[in-house]
């Protein structure tokens, strides 16, 4: 199991908890988890060549995914994963 | 013990006394504090962060301290922007907030700036600075900030706040910046400003403080880590999290082939005016799919044409266009399941909700449109709208 921390305006927009957990070992699978409970919110995290989209930045344990890495990327069990976007109030 | 040196300012007794607490500390000692009394740090807006940044820098020496905003103080502000009184509600808040900081310490030169930040201004305000404090409140002006950090090799402790959330980072140069952690900002509509979503003055002020610690170790001297780090703090769950980047070396303005080496126009690199360039970053290609309002009234005309409206039930509630049903996002399966019609327009606030949707409808095999502008384009047209009566609360 992985915990999924996502970025409160889209855990808002689709009703969703702002932390869940899911079984995934990579983030397609992390995607298709996350779309299977909440329809489309795929396509609000991720283009359809594979990727995550670029206003996103997503860290897996504390480390950020990098651009070149793809949606195959592992996910080691019980790690932690945040999607940010970033917010722009000063 | 206090060496005399023509660059550094002159030390009096009155800054003995008034630095010893900080300059007992092993990492700033005497030549600490005369690295700050040297340094010329630029706060970018005088805000909520700006406010909390400003008045720890300017208490702890930094000798030149720069405001630059072109805004004047509004009784709004007053919740978290500490630097200002109501006595100075309609004083351009660089005026305000320089006379806060000089009778908080008259050793510091504060410079006022009373100017809106732009390409055309930039350069010369940043390259008379050593560090540049971010406390702006909008995309384009961030992206500019990172750009002109960059290009000058400046570094930037860089924050931003909205509700009860909170994002610091420093960028140092060579090591990362902010375009690598978020090469483009959020599709315009999808992320409030604090004037939408609100936002709790203290917690602004955490935020500043800590941009304020932040600066004050690079400015003495204490060696940062090599490696990029974005603190995260969730004032709801009183939580701070740490994450850790690297230089991108795709970074469109700092990797290793940059294509960005100069600055652009950043209202329109974040679609900062109007639905037509949404397309930058949105789901798909909103041309093809796009309605304005006119053809989204007309569409709404053909019986075979359901208006399926993304908003919550309360925002549902509140107004709708009329002949529209509500469904949340999380709901649209169950919808298309229970009905028949294969063709959707799909209408959310602003058209980004409302774009997704209807991407997603399209992959599914329906024929799905959506309105650009959303309700908010409708409403200004003046076109028929249904608002429920709404009754007083009950107490």
């Known amino acids: 199991m992985i915990t999924v921390h996502l970025p409160p305006d889209l855990a808002h927009e689709f009703g969703a908890e702002r932390i869940l957990t899911v079984e995934a070992h990579d983030c397609a699978e992390l995607l298709h988890s996350l779309n299977l409970r909440y329809p489309s919110m795929a396509s609000w995290l991720a283009t359809e060549d594979g990727r995550f989209r670029q206003h996103l930045s997503v860290f897996i344990s504390g480390q950020r995914l990098t651009a070149r890495e793809v949606l195959s990327t592992s996910i080691p069990d019980r790690s932690e994963v945040w999607i940010l976007r970033a917010i722009s109030g000063g | ?395």
């Open chain 2, 1 to 395: 013990m206090y060496p005399e040196d023509a660059n550094q300012p002159r030390w009096t007794a009155s800054m003995m006394a008034r630095y010893q607490r900080q300059m007992v500390l092993p990492q700033v000692g005497i030549e600490g504090q005369q690295r700050l009394l040297a340094s010329r740090v630029l706060i970018v807006g005088a805000g909520a962060l700006g406010s909390a940044a400003a008045t720890y820098l300017a208490a702890a020496g930094v000798g030149t301290l720069g405001l630059i905003d072109g805004d004047t103080v509004d009784i709004s502000n007053l919740h978290r922007q500490i630097l200002h009184d109501e006595s100075h509600i309609g004083v351009l808040k660089t005026r305000s907030g320089a006379q806060r900081l000089r009778a908080l310490n008259p050793d510091v030169h504060i410079e006022e700036h009373p100017e809106f930040l732009s390409a055309d201004n930039i350069i010369r305000l940043f390259s008379d600075y050593d560090l540049i404090v971010n406390g702006s409140d909008n995309f384009p002006t961030r992206y500019l900030v990172n750009d002109a950090s960059v290009l000058l090799h400046k570094p930037l402790v860089d924050a931003a706040i909205l509700k009860f959330e909170r994002q610091l980072a420093v960028f140092l140069p060579g090591l990362g910046c902010y375009r690598c952690l978020f090469p483009s900002p959020p599709p315009p509509g999808t992320v409030p400003d604090c004037a939408e979503a609100g936002i709790l003055g203290a917690v602004a002020g955490v935020l500043g403080s800590m941009q304020a610690v932040e600066a004050l170790k690079l400015l003495v001297g204490i060696v940062p880590s090599q490696q990029g780090n974005l603190l995260l703090y969730d004032a709801l769950s009183s939580s701070w999290h740490r994450m850790s980047f690297e230089r991108n070396p795709d970074c469109q303005i700092c990797g290793d082939r940059p294509t960005i080496t100069e600055l652009i126009d950043y209202e329109d690199f974040c679609g900062s005016r109007g639905p037509s360039t949404t397309t930058q970053t949105g789901p798909m290609n909103l041309s093809e799919f796009a309605m304005d309002t006119d053809q989204a009234a007309g569409l709404l005309k053909d019986p075979t044409v359901a208006g399926v409206d993304v908003r919550s039930p309360e925002e549902f509630r509140q107004g709708h266009i009329p002949g529209t049903q509500q469904c949340s996002m999380e709901n649209l399966d169950k919808w298309v399941g229970n009905n028949t019609t294969h063709r959707i327009l799909v209408i959310c606030a602003s058209g980004v909700r409302s774009a997704y949707a209807a991407q997603y409808l399209r992959s599914c095999g329906y024929e799905a449109w959506t309105l650009v502008g959303g309700t908010n384009a409708w409403n200004n047209t003046g076109k028929p709208w249904v608002q429920l009566e709404s009754r007083a609360p009950e107490f």
